[in-house]
Protein backbone atom coordinates (compact mmCIF):
# COMPACT_ATOMS: atom_id res chain seq x y z
CA UNK A 1 0.00 0.00 0.00
CA UNK A 2 0.98 3.48 -0.65
CA UNK A 3 1.15 6.18 1.29
CA UNK A 4 -1.25 7.77 -0.94
CA UNK A 5 -3.54 5.22 -0.58
CA UNK A 6 -2.96 4.91 3.55
CA UNK A 7 -3.93 8.17 3.41
CA UNK A 8 -7.34 8.02 1.53
CA UNK A 9 -8.11 5.01 3.51
CA UNK A 10 -8.05 6.99 6.83
CA UNK A 11 -9.78 10.09 5.51
CA UNK A 12 -12.63 7.47 4.77
CA UNK A 13 -12.77 5.93 8.35
CA UNK A 14 -12.19 8.92 10.53
CA UNK A 15 -16.30 9.53 10.77
CA UNK A 16 -17.07 5.87 11.74
CA UNK A 17 -18.80 5.63 14.91
CA UNK A 18 -16.28 2.80 15.35
CA UNK A 19 -13.01 5.73 15.66
CA UNK A 20 -15.34 8.59 17.29
CA UNK A 21 -16.73 9.83 14.33
CA UNK A 22 -20.57 11.54 14.30
CA UNK A 23 -19.68 13.29 17.38
CA UNK A 24 -22.01 16.25 17.71
CA UNK A 25 -20.32 18.05 20.62
CA UNK A 26 -23.12 20.68 21.44
CA UNK A 27 -25.59 17.51 21.49
CA UNK A 28 -23.37 15.31 23.49
CA UNK A 29 -21.42 17.81 25.94
CA UNK A 30 -23.83 18.51 27.90
CA UNK A 31 -25.29 14.82 27.81
CA UNK A 32 -22.05 13.82 29.13
CA UNK A 33 -21.55 16.58 31.43
CA UNK A 34 -24.74 15.46 33.43
CA UNK A 35 -23.91 12.17 33.74
CA UNK A 36 -20.47 12.76 35.46
CA UNK A 37 -22.00 15.67 37.65
CA UNK A 38 -25.02 13.40 38.86
CA UNK A 39 -21.96 10.43 39.59
CA UNK A 40 -20.01 13.16 41.04
CA UNK A 41 -22.40 15.19 43.32
CA UNK A 42 -21.73 18.78 41.25
CA UNK A 43 -24.37 21.10 39.53
CA UNK A 44 -25.44 19.57 36.24
CA UNK A 45 -26.63 23.10 35.02
CA UNK A 46 -23.60 24.97 33.60
CA UNK A 47 -22.91 28.59 34.62
CA UNK A 48 -20.28 31.33 33.99
CA UNK A 49 -18.57 31.67 37.01
CA UNK A 50 -18.37 35.51 38.49
CA UNK A 51 -15.72 36.08 40.27
CA UNK A 52 -15.14 38.56 43.19
CA UNK A 53 -13.41 41.85 43.57
CA UNK A 54 -10.36 40.08 45.60
CA UNK A 55 -10.00 37.78 42.95
CA UNK A 56 -9.90 40.25 40.54
CA UNK A 57 -7.42 42.10 42.35
CA UNK A 58 -5.20 39.14 42.69
CA UNK A 59 -5.08 38.16 39.28
CA UNK A 60 -4.06 41.45 37.99
CA UNK A 61 -1.62 41.71 40.96
CA UNK A 62 0.22 38.91 39.54
CA UNK A 63 0.03 39.72 36.07
CA UNK A 64 1.42 43.20 36.78
CA UNK A 65 3.85 41.46 39.09
CA UNK A 66 5.13 39.14 35.73
CA UNK A 67 5.19 42.36 33.83
CA UNK A 68 7.29 44.11 36.45
CA UNK A 69 9.47 41.19 36.89
CA UNK A 70 10.06 40.31 33.53
CA UNK A 71 10.89 44.61 32.86
CA UNK A 72 13.37 44.19 35.85
CA UNK A 73 14.92 41.27 34.18
CA UNK A 74 15.38 42.26 31.35
CA UNK A 75 16.44 45.70 32.59
CA UNK A 76 18.91 44.12 35.01
CA UNK A 77 20.35 41.98 32.19
CA UNK A 78 21.15 45.09 29.97
CA UNK A 79 23.07 46.58 32.74
CA UNK A 80 24.88 43.64 33.17
CA UNK A 81 26.01 43.63 29.62
CA UNK A 82 26.85 47.63 29.88
CA UNK A 83 28.39 46.87 33.08
CA UNK A 84 30.00 44.09 31.69
CA UNK A 85 31.45 45.82 29.10
CA UNK A 86 32.84 49.03 30.98
CA UNK A 87 34.70 46.85 33.42
CA UNK A 88 36.42 45.58 30.01
CA UNK A 89 36.80 48.68 28.38
CA UNK A 90 38.25 49.98 31.74
CA UNK A 91 40.73 46.82 32.28
CA UNK A 92 42.01 47.39 28.80
CA UNK A 93 42.80 51.11 29.44
CA UNK A 94 45.26 49.82 32.34
CA UNK A 95 47.82 49.34 29.58
CA UNK A 96 46.78 52.93 27.82
CA UNK A 97 49.19 55.74 27.55
CA UNK A 98 49.00 59.59 26.52
CA UNK A 99 47.96 59.33 22.80
CA UNK A 100 46.18 55.71 22.52
CA UNK A 101 42.53 55.49 22.17
CA UNK A 102 41.66 54.15 25.61
CA UNK A 103 43.70 56.56 27.65
CA UNK A 104 40.72 59.08 28.84
CA UNK A 105 38.66 55.98 30.27
CA UNK A 106 41.86 55.49 32.55
CA UNK A 107 42.19 59.08 33.40
CA UNK A 108 38.33 58.64 34.06
CA UNK A 109 38.36 55.83 35.75
CA UNK A 110 40.75 57.53 38.29
CA UNK A 111 38.53 60.62 38.62
CA UNK A 112 35.94 58.53 39.98
CA UNK A 113 38.19 56.81 42.66
CA UNK A 114 39.31 60.14 43.95
CA UNK A 115 35.51 61.12 43.75
CA UNK A 116 34.56 58.56 45.51
CA UNK A 117 37.25 58.66 48.11
CA UNK A 118 35.56 58.69 51.85
CA UNK A 119 38.66 60.77 53.50
CA UNK A 120 41.45 62.78 52.47
CA UNK A 121 43.90 60.84 53.61
CA UNK A 122 42.72 58.33 50.77
CA UNK A 123 42.57 60.73 48.50
CA UNK A 124 46.44 61.75 48.60
CA UNK A 125 47.65 58.24 48.63
CA UNK A 126 45.00 57.87 45.17
CA UNK A 127 46.77 60.93 43.84
CA UNK A 128 50.34 59.59 44.73
CA UNK A 129 49.18 56.31 43.52
CA UNK A 130 48.43 57.82 39.93
CA UNK A 131 52.03 59.61 40.09
CA UNK A 132 53.63 56.63 40.06
CA UNK A 133 51.50 55.74 37.00
CA UNK A 134 52.30 58.69 35.20
CA UNK A 135 56.25 57.63 35.16
CA UNK A 136 55.54 54.17 34.20
CA UNK A 137 54.13 55.90 31.41
CA UNK A 138 57.14 58.16 30.26
CA UNK A 139 59.07 55.02 30.67
CA UNK A 140 57.08 52.94 28.56
CA UNK A 141 56.32 56.24 26.59
CA UNK A 142 60.53 56.64 26.21
CA UNK A 143 61.28 52.76 25.25
CA UNK A 144 58.63 51.95 22.64
CA UNK A 145 58.19 53.49 19.11
CA UNK A 146 55.44 55.29 19.33
CA UNK A 147 55.07 58.05 16.95
CA UNK A 148 54.86 61.50 18.53
CA UNK A 149 56.97 60.32 21.55
CA UNK A 150 57.70 64.10 22.66
CA UNK A 151 54.43 64.94 22.59
CA UNK A 152 53.33 62.11 24.62
CA UNK A 153 56.48 62.29 27.12
CA UNK A 154 55.34 66.17 27.98
CA UNK A 155 51.92 65.17 28.38
CA UNK A 156 52.39 62.58 31.12
CA UNK A 157 54.99 64.67 33.12
CA UNK A 158 52.83 67.18 32.89
CA UNK A 159 50.37 64.86 34.60
CA UNK A 160 52.41 63.51 36.52
CA UNK A 161 53.28 66.80 37.99
CA UNK A 162 49.56 67.61 38.92
CA UNK A 163 49.11 64.42 40.80
CA UNK A 164 52.08 65.25 42.65
CA UNK A 165 51.13 68.93 43.82
CA UNK A 166 47.39 67.79 44.57
CA UNK A 167 49.18 64.80 46.67
CA UNK A 168 50.87 67.48 48.33
CA UNK A 169 47.90 69.53 48.60
CA UNK A 170 46.06 66.88 50.30
CA UNK A 171 48.82 66.45 53.10
CA UNK A 172 48.49 69.99 53.35
CA UNK A 173 45.07 70.12 54.72
CA UNK A 174 45.82 66.81 56.74
CA UNK A 175 48.29 68.26 58.43
CA UNK A 176 45.57 69.81 61.23
CA UNK A 177 44.09 66.39 61.78
CA UNK A 178 44.98 63.37 63.18
CA UNK A 179 48.37 62.50 64.06
CA UNK A 180 48.94 59.40 63.16
CA UNK A 181 47.22 59.98 59.49
CA UNK A 182 49.48 62.92 59.30
CA UNK A 183 51.82 60.60 59.66
CA UNK A 184 51.19 57.49 57.36
CA UNK A 185 50.44 59.93 54.48
CA UNK A 186 53.63 61.83 55.10
CA UNK A 187 55.42 59.09 55.26
CA UNK A 188 53.72 57.08 52.34
CA UNK A 189 54.36 60.29 49.75
CA UNK A 190 58.39 60.92 50.74
CA UNK A 191 58.78 57.14 50.52
CA UNK A 192 57.37 57.14 46.69
CA UNK A 193 58.98 60.62 46.01
CA UNK A 194 62.36 59.01 46.74
CA UNK A 195 61.39 56.53 44.00
CA UNK A 196 60.11 59.30 41.75
CA UNK A 197 63.51 60.78 42.22
CA UNK A 198 65.46 57.85 41.05
CA UNK A 199 62.76 56.96 38.33
CA UNK A 200 63.35 60.73 36.55
CA UNK A 201 67.30 59.91 37.10
CA UNK A 202 67.68 56.80 35.13
CA UNK A 203 64.86 57.96 32.65
CA UNK A 204 66.63 57.44 29.27
CA UNK A 205 64.89 60.92 27.05
CA UNK A 206 65.82 63.08 24.69
CA UNK A 207 66.67 66.82 24.88
CA UNK A 208 63.26 67.74 24.12
CA UNK A 209 62.08 66.11 27.28
CA UNK A 210 65.23 67.40 29.51
CA UNK A 211 63.64 70.77 30.58
CA UNK A 212 59.86 69.03 31.57
CA UNK A 213 62.31 66.25 33.60
CA UNK A 214 63.86 68.81 35.46
CA UNK A 215 60.78 71.02 36.46
CA UNK A 216 59.29 67.37 37.39
CA UNK A 217 62.82 66.44 39.61
CA UNK A 218 61.84 70.37 41.67
CA UNK A 219 58.59 69.31 42.17
CA UNK A 220 59.26 65.96 43.78
CA UNK A 221 62.09 67.58 45.50
CA UNK A 222 59.61 70.31 47.38
CA UNK A 223 56.96 67.80 47.63
CA UNK A 224 59.51 65.54 49.30
CA UNK A 225 60.80 68.22 51.72
CA UNK A 226 57.03 69.25 52.22
CA UNK A 227 56.07 65.24 53.71
CA UNK A 228 59.61 65.60 55.87
CA UNK A 229 58.52 68.56 57.25
CA UNK A 230 55.12 67.25 58.25
CA UNK A 231 56.75 64.09 59.52
CA UNK A 232 58.91 66.13 61.69
CA UNK A 233 55.83 68.32 63.48
CA UNK A 234 53.90 65.05 64.21
CA UNK A 235 57.41 63.69 66.00
CA UNK A 236 58.08 67.16 67.80
CA UNK A 237 54.09 67.05 69.05
CA UNK A 238 53.72 64.02 69.55
CA UNK A 239 56.70 61.13 69.27
CA UNK A 240 54.87 58.45 67.77
CA UNK A 241 56.74 55.47 66.96
CA UNK A 242 55.56 55.52 62.97
CA UNK A 243 57.06 58.81 62.84
CA UNK A 244 60.34 58.73 64.30
CA UNK A 245 60.47 55.29 62.09
CA UNK A 246 59.62 57.15 59.32
CA UNK A 247 62.29 59.72 60.09
CA UNK A 248 64.93 57.87 60.66
CA UNK A 249 64.42 55.63 57.44
CA UNK A 250 64.25 59.03 55.36
CA UNK A 251 66.96 60.53 57.20
CA UNK A 252 69.50 57.26 55.81
CA UNK A 253 68.36 57.22 52.71
CA UNK A 254 69.34 61.22 52.10
CA UNK A 255 72.44 61.05 53.93
CA UNK A 256 73.67 58.22 51.43
CA UNK A 257 72.06 59.82 48.42
CA UNK A 258 74.18 63.22 49.29
CA UNK A 259 77.08 61.43 49.99
CA UNK A 260 77.12 59.71 46.80
CA UNK A 261 75.96 62.71 44.95
CA UNK A 262 79.37 64.10 46.60
CA UNK A 263 81.67 61.55 45.59
CA UNK A 264 80.03 61.52 42.38
CA UNK A 265 80.93 65.03 41.74
CA UNK A 266 84.45 64.67 42.64
CA UNK A 267 85.12 61.74 40.16
CA UNK A 268 83.55 63.68 36.98
CA UNK A 269 85.85 66.92 38.30
CA UNK A 270 88.70 64.74 38.15
CA UNK A 271 87.71 63.17 34.90
CA UNK A 272 87.18 67.09 33.40
CA UNK A 273 90.86 68.20 34.43
CA UNK A 274 92.16 65.25 33.22
CA UNK A 275 90.67 65.36 29.18
CA UNK A 276 91.97 69.16 29.56
CA UNK A 277 94.93 68.68 30.74
CA UNK A 278 95.49 65.88 27.39
CA UNK A 279 93.94 69.09 25.74
CA UNK A 280 96.48 71.33 27.28
CA UNK A 281 94.04 73.69 28.08
CA UNK A 282 93.34 73.29 31.69
CA UNK A 283 94.96 76.71 32.39
CA UNK A 284 92.79 78.26 30.53
CA UNK A 285 90.82 80.93 32.76
CA UNK A 286 87.21 80.01 31.60
CA UNK A 287 87.79 75.99 32.71
CA UNK A 288 90.48 76.38 35.64
CA UNK A 289 87.75 79.04 37.05
CA UNK A 290 84.79 76.98 36.65
CA UNK A 291 86.74 73.60 38.32
CA UNK A 292 87.87 75.43 41.18
CA UNK A 293 84.19 76.99 42.25
CA UNK A 294 82.53 73.70 41.36
CA UNK A 295 85.24 72.20 43.91
CA UNK A 296 84.51 74.70 46.27
CA UNK A 297 80.99 74.36 46.72
CA UNK A 298 81.37 70.59 47.53
CA UNK A 299 84.61 70.24 49.65
CA UNK A 300 84.89 70.38 53.33
CA UNK A 301 81.35 69.23 53.70
CA UNK A 302 82.61 66.35 55.96
CA UNK A 303 81.65 68.40 59.44
CA UNK A 304 78.11 69.24 58.07
CA UNK A 305 77.22 66.08 57.41
CA UNK A 306 78.75 64.85 60.62
CA UNK A 307 76.85 67.42 62.42
CA UNK A 308 74.08 66.02 60.55
CA UNK A 309 74.13 62.62 61.76
CA UNK A 310 74.54 63.33 65.47
CA UNK A 311 71.30 65.66 65.02
CA UNK A 312 69.34 62.74 63.85
CA UNK A 313 71.05 60.14 66.66
CA UNK A 314 69.75 62.58 69.50
CA UNK A 315 66.26 63.09 68.02
CA UNK A 316 66.74 66.53 66.31
CA UNK A 317 65.22 65.88 62.98
CA UNK A 318 64.64 68.87 62.00
CA UNK A 319 68.18 70.45 62.33
CA UNK A 320 69.43 67.33 61.05
CA UNK A 321 67.72 67.58 57.38
CA UNK A 322 68.83 71.15 57.21
CA UNK A 323 71.66 70.88 57.07
CA UNK A 324 71.42 67.57 54.65
CA UNK A 325 69.18 70.37 52.47
CA UNK A 326 72.52 72.87 52.96
CA UNK A 327 74.86 70.43 51.41
CA UNK A 328 72.22 69.10 49.05
CA UNK A 329 71.87 72.53 47.48
CA UNK A 330 76.24 72.99 47.15
CA UNK A 331 76.30 69.92 44.84
CA UNK A 332 73.85 70.57 42.99
CA UNK A 333 75.41 73.92 42.24
CA UNK A 334 78.87 71.57 41.70
CA UNK A 335 76.93 69.32 39.27
CA UNK A 336 74.97 72.00 36.75
CA UNK A 337 78.93 73.52 36.53
CA UNK A 338 80.45 70.01 35.86
CA UNK A 339 77.62 68.61 33.31
CA UNK A 340 77.84 72.20 31.42
CA UNK A 341 81.90 71.34 31.34
CA UNK A 342 81.36 68.18 30.03
CA UNK A 343 78.95 68.83 27.27
CA UNK A 344 81.40 72.04 26.24
CA UNK A 345 84.41 69.46 26.02
CA UNK A 346 82.50 66.70 24.65
CA UNK A 347 81.48 69.47 21.67
CA UNK A 348 85.15 70.86 21.06
CA UNK A 349 86.00 67.49 20.89
CA UNK A 350 83.69 66.09 18.07
CA UNK A 351 84.05 69.15 16.36
CA UNK A 352 87.84 68.64 16.43
CA UNK A 353 87.17 64.94 14.81
CA UNK A 354 85.63 66.09 11.84
CA UNK A 355 87.37 68.46 11.14
CA UNK A 356 90.95 66.13 11.52
CA UNK A 357 88.87 63.40 9.12
CA UNK A 358 87.98 66.61 6.52
CA UNK A 359 91.71 67.19 6.78
CA UNK A 360 92.84 63.33 6.00
CA UNK A 361 90.60 63.11 3.13
CA UNK A 362 92.56 66.07 1.57
CA UNK A 363 95.41 64.71 -0.42
CA UNK A 364 97.22 68.61 -0.07
CA UNK A 365 96.46 68.65 3.76
CA UNK A 366 100.19 68.69 5.62
CA UNK A 367 100.78 65.86 6.85
CA UNK A 368 101.17 65.56 10.84
CA UNK A 369 104.33 66.46 12.34
CA UNK A 370 106.94 64.18 14.16
CA UNK A 371 105.63 63.47 17.76
CA UNK A 372 101.82 65.13 17.02
CA UNK A 373 99.27 63.25 17.46
CA UNK A 374 95.27 63.43 16.72
CA UNK A 375 93.04 64.33 19.39
CA UNK A 376 90.77 61.74 21.31
CA UNK A 377 87.20 62.15 22.30
CA UNK A 378 86.33 63.13 25.60
CA UNK A 379 84.97 59.96 27.74
CA UNK A 380 83.42 60.54 30.89
Do not use: C
Amino acid sequence: MTERELIKLLNKAKDLPQFGGGFDASVETPKMWARIAGELGFDPVMKHRVYTWQEWAQFYVHKFGGMFRHSFAYGLSVFALMFGGWVATVNASFDSVPGDTLYPVKLATEKMQITLATSTERRAKLHTEFAGRRLQEVNEISVSDRGDKDARIKEAVASFKTELASAGDQLAVLTDGNSTEVAAVAAAIEQKTNEYASTLTQAELGDNSKDDVDSAKEDVERTDAQAIDALVVVHESDTAEPSREALERSFRQDFQSVKDRLSLSLGRLSTVERVLTNLGRIEASEYRGRINKAREVIVGHDRTLGGSQDYAAAGGYRRAFDLLRIVSTDVKVSEEIIAALEIEITTSVATQEEVADATDGNPTSPPLGEGEERVQPASF
